[in-house]
Protein backbone atom coordinates (compact mmCIF):
# COMPACT_ATOMS: atom_id res chain seq x y z
CA UNK A 1 0.00 0.00 0.00
CA UNK A 2 2.84 2.54 1.02
CA UNK A 3 4.54 1.58 -1.92
CA UNK A 4 1.24 2.28 -4.36
CA UNK A 5 0.83 5.88 -2.84
CA UNK A 6 4.35 6.79 -3.14
CA UNK A 7 4.14 6.54 -6.97
CA UNK A 8 3.10 9.32 -9.30
CA UNK A 9 -0.07 9.57 -11.22
CA UNK A 10 2.03 9.38 -14.15
CA UNK A 11 3.99 6.21 -13.76
CA UNK A 12 0.49 4.67 -12.46
CA UNK A 13 -1.18 5.71 -15.26
CA UNK A 14 1.82 4.63 -17.76
CA UNK A 15 1.85 1.18 -15.93
CA UNK A 16 -2.04 0.89 -16.10
CA UNK A 17 -2.48 1.85 -19.74
CA UNK A 18 0.69 -0.34 -20.80
CA UNK A 19 -1.70 -3.16 -21.74
CA UNK A 20 -3.60 -0.81 -24.47
CA UNK A 21 -0.43 0.87 -25.00
CA UNK A 22 1.80 -2.65 -26.68
CA UNK A 23 -1.27 -2.71 -29.06
CA UNK A 24 -0.66 0.92 -30.56
CA UNK A 25 3.58 0.37 -30.08
CA UNK A 26 5.38 -0.47 -33.33
CA UNK A 27 7.32 -3.71 -33.44
CA UNK A 28 9.78 -2.88 -35.99
CA UNK A 29 12.97 -1.96 -35.77
CA UNK A 30 14.39 1.08 -34.70
CA UNK A 31 17.24 3.09 -35.73
CA UNK A 32 18.91 5.97 -33.81
CA UNK A 33 20.09 9.33 -35.14
CA UNK A 34 23.45 7.71 -35.94
CA UNK A 35 22.12 4.81 -37.58
CA UNK A 36 20.05 6.81 -39.48
CA UNK A 37 22.32 9.95 -40.70
CA UNK A 38 24.96 7.14 -42.26
CA UNK A 39 21.90 5.95 -45.00
CA UNK A 40 22.80 7.28 -48.21
CA UNK A 41 19.45 8.91 -49.50
CA UNK A 42 20.41 9.61 -53.03
CA UNK A 43 17.21 12.47 -55.08
CA UNK A 44 15.43 12.66 -51.60
CA UNK A 45 15.47 14.94 -48.64
CA UNK A 46 16.64 13.48 -44.81
CA UNK A 47 13.87 11.42 -43.17
CA UNK A 48 12.90 12.50 -39.75
CA UNK A 49 14.65 10.08 -37.03
CA UNK A 50 11.24 9.34 -35.47
CA UNK A 51 9.50 7.95 -38.36
CA UNK A 52 10.12 3.97 -37.91
CA UNK A 53 10.78 3.55 -41.53
CA UNK A 54 13.84 1.81 -43.23
CA UNK A 55 14.73 4.66 -45.34
CA UNK A 56 16.89 1.77 -47.30
CA UNK A 57 13.67 0.89 -48.87
CA UNK A 58 12.93 4.50 -50.32
CA UNK A 59 15.24 4.81 -52.06
CA UNK A 60 14.82 3.70 -55.95
CA UNK A 61 17.86 3.24 -58.05
CA UNK A 62 15.57 1.34 -60.84
CA UNK A 63 12.97 2.46 -63.36
CA UNK A 64 9.53 2.51 -62.03
CA UNK A 65 7.94 0.40 -65.75
CA UNK A 66 8.78 -3.34 -66.60
CA UNK A 67 9.18 -2.94 -70.50
CA UNK A 68 8.94 -6.32 -72.81
CA UNK A 69 11.57 -8.61 -73.76
CA UNK A 70 13.79 -6.98 -76.36
CA UNK A 71 11.91 -3.63 -76.48
CA UNK A 72 12.95 -0.26 -76.03
CA UNK A 73 12.59 2.55 -74.34
CA UNK A 74 11.67 5.24 -77.25
CA UNK A 75 8.70 4.27 -79.59
CA UNK A 76 10.26 3.61 -82.93
CA UNK A 77 8.87 5.05 -86.37
CA UNK A 78 6.69 2.11 -86.90
CA UNK A 79 4.54 2.64 -83.64
CA UNK A 80 4.90 6.55 -84.24
CA UNK A 81 3.19 6.03 -88.23
CA UNK A 82 -0.33 6.10 -86.50
CA UNK A 83 0.21 8.87 -84.59
CA UNK A 84 1.67 10.66 -87.30
CA UNK A 85 -1.10 10.14 -90.07
CA UNK A 86 -3.84 10.28 -88.17
CA UNK A 87 -2.46 13.97 -86.28
CA UNK A 88 -1.70 14.94 -90.08
CA UNK A 89 -5.30 14.00 -91.43
CA UNK A 90 -7.07 15.81 -88.26
CA UNK A 91 -4.43 19.13 -88.91
CA UNK A 92 -4.90 19.15 -92.67
CA UNK A 93 -8.97 18.84 -92.09
CA UNK A 94 -9.05 21.65 -89.44
CA UNK A 95 -7.00 24.08 -92.28
CA UNK A 96 -9.38 22.74 -95.21
CA UNK A 97 -12.38 23.62 -93.23
CA UNK A 98 -11.07 27.40 -91.93
CA UNK A 99 -9.77 27.99 -95.82
CA UNK A 100 -13.26 26.64 -96.91
CA UNK A 101 -14.82 28.83 -94.55
CA UNK A 102 -13.05 31.54 -96.06
CA UNK A 103 -13.42 30.55 -99.48
CA UNK A 104 -17.13 30.00 -99.42
CA UNK A 105 -17.68 33.93 -97.26
CA UNK A 106 -15.52 35.42 -99.92
CA UNK A 107 -17.39 34.20 -102.74
CA UNK A 108 -20.75 34.38 -101.57
CA UNK A 109 -20.46 37.87 -100.18
CA UNK A 110 -22.99 39.33 -102.91
CA UNK A 111 -25.32 36.84 -101.47
CA UNK A 112 -27.93 37.25 -98.37
CA UNK A 113 -27.51 34.69 -96.22
CA UNK A 114 -30.24 32.20 -97.24
CA UNK A 115 -30.14 28.56 -97.47
CA UNK A 116 -28.58 28.66 -100.87
CA UNK A 117 -25.44 30.32 -99.90
CA UNK A 118 -25.41 28.02 -96.23
CA UNK A 119 -25.35 25.03 -98.88
CA UNK A 120 -22.60 26.52 -100.74
CA UNK A 121 -20.11 27.94 -97.80
CA UNK A 122 -20.78 24.33 -96.20
CA UNK A 123 -20.10 22.66 -99.58
CA UNK A 124 -16.57 24.35 -99.48
CA UNK A 125 -15.92 23.82 -96.01
CA UNK A 126 -16.07 19.85 -96.56
CA UNK A 127 -14.63 19.83 -100.12
CA UNK A 128 -11.36 21.69 -99.19
CA UNK A 129 -11.81 20.19 -95.51
CA UNK A 130 -11.23 16.32 -96.97
CA UNK A 131 -8.49 17.69 -100.13
CA UNK A 132 -6.56 19.11 -97.24
CA UNK A 133 -6.94 15.90 -95.08
CA UNK A 134 -6.37 13.39 -98.13
CA UNK A 135 -2.86 15.50 -98.79
CA UNK A 136 -1.34 15.70 -95.73
CA UNK A 137 -2.34 12.18 -94.57
CA UNK A 138 -0.80 11.05 -97.75
CA UNK A 139 2.63 13.10 -97.20
CA UNK A 140 2.18 11.45 -93.57
CA UNK A 141 2.10 7.73 -94.78
CA UNK A 142 3.98 8.45 -97.95
CA UNK A 143 7.21 9.73 -94.85
CA UNK A 144 6.26 6.92 -92.08
CA UNK A 145 6.38 4.24 -94.64
CA UNK A 146 10.10 5.48 -96.12
CA UNK A 147 11.32 6.16 -92.44
CA UNK A 148 10.53 2.42 -91.43
CA UNK A 149 12.42 0.94 -94.82
CA UNK A 150 15.15 2.69 -93.95
CA UNK A 151 15.32 2.18 -89.70
CA UNK A 152 15.38 -1.50 -90.41
CA UNK A 153 17.90 -1.52 -93.65
CA UNK A 154 20.36 0.65 -91.47
CA UNK A 155 19.43 -0.67 -87.99
CA UNK A 156 19.73 2.20 -86.42
CA UNK A 157 17.34 5.56 -85.41
CA UNK A 158 19.02 8.71 -85.94
CA UNK A 159 18.56 12.16 -87.46
CA UNK A 160 19.58 10.95 -90.84
CA UNK A 161 16.71 8.74 -91.00
CA UNK A 162 14.18 11.87 -90.65
CA UNK A 163 16.40 13.87 -93.32
CA UNK A 164 16.35 11.05 -95.84
CA UNK A 165 12.93 9.99 -95.48
CA UNK A 166 11.05 13.42 -96.05
CA UNK A 167 13.44 13.72 -99.05
CA UNK A 168 12.27 10.68 -100.81
CA UNK A 169 8.85 11.97 -99.52
CA UNK A 170 8.95 14.84 -101.18
CA UNK A 171 10.61 13.28 -104.52
CA UNK A 172 7.96 10.71 -105.09
CA UNK A 173 4.93 12.76 -104.13
CA UNK A 174 6.01 15.26 -106.98
CA UNK A 175 7.17 12.73 -109.31
CA UNK A 176 4.28 12.55 -111.44
CA UNK A 177 5.20 16.58 -112.69
CA UNK A 178 7.97 14.98 -113.73
CA UNK A 179 12.31 15.46 -113.47
CA UNK A 180 11.92 18.69 -112.24
CA UNK A 181 8.82 18.44 -110.32
CA UNK A 182 10.44 15.54 -108.50
CA UNK A 183 13.82 17.66 -107.76
CA UNK A 184 11.58 20.31 -106.58
CA UNK A 185 9.67 18.10 -104.20
CA UNK A 186 13.06 16.74 -102.53
CA UNK A 187 14.23 19.75 -102.09
CA UNK A 188 11.50 21.14 -99.94
CA UNK A 189 11.13 17.69 -98.21
CA UNK A 190 14.89 17.91 -97.46
CA UNK A 191 14.52 21.73 -95.85
CA UNK A 192 11.48 20.42 -93.65
CA UNK A 193 12.80 17.89 -92.60
CA UNK A 194 16.27 19.39 -92.09
CA UNK A 195 14.30 21.73 -90.15
CA UNK A 196 12.77 19.30 -88.31
CA UNK A 197 15.77 17.50 -87.16
CA UNK A 198 17.17 21.08 -86.26
CA UNK A 199 14.49 22.07 -83.96
CA UNK A 200 14.60 18.72 -82.32
CA UNK A 201 18.48 19.08 -81.35
CA UNK A 202 18.27 22.50 -80.94
CA UNK A 203 18.77 21.97 -76.49
CA UNK A 204 21.58 19.91 -77.41
CA UNK A 205 22.90 22.22 -79.61
CA UNK A 206 22.46 24.80 -77.58
CA UNK A 207 24.10 23.63 -74.64
CA UNK A 208 26.94 22.20 -76.67
CA UNK A 209 27.83 25.89 -77.58
CA UNK A 210 27.58 26.99 -74.10
CA UNK A 211 29.91 24.37 -72.86
CA UNK A 212 32.52 26.10 -74.85
Known amino acids: MDSDQGESPSSQGSRSGGGFGNLFRSTGPNY ?3 ELAGVPLSGMSPLS ?6 PRYLVQDADEFI ?11 FELAFFTIGSCCMTGALFGAINGLR ?10 WSKPRNVQVLNLVTRQG ?13 YSVFGVIIEKARGAEDDLNTVAAGTMTGVLYKSP ?3 RGAARGGMVGLV ?7 Y ?7 GSQTRY
Do not use: C, F, I, Q
Not at 132 to 141: F, K, M, R
Open 177 to 179: GGV
Open 103 to 112: MGVSETKNMA
Open 67 to 77: LPTGANKTRGR
Open 192 to 198: LSGLYAL
Open 130 to 142: ATWANTLGSLALL
Open 32 to 34: SNT
Open 200 to 206: NNWNHLK
Open 49 to 54: PYLNVD
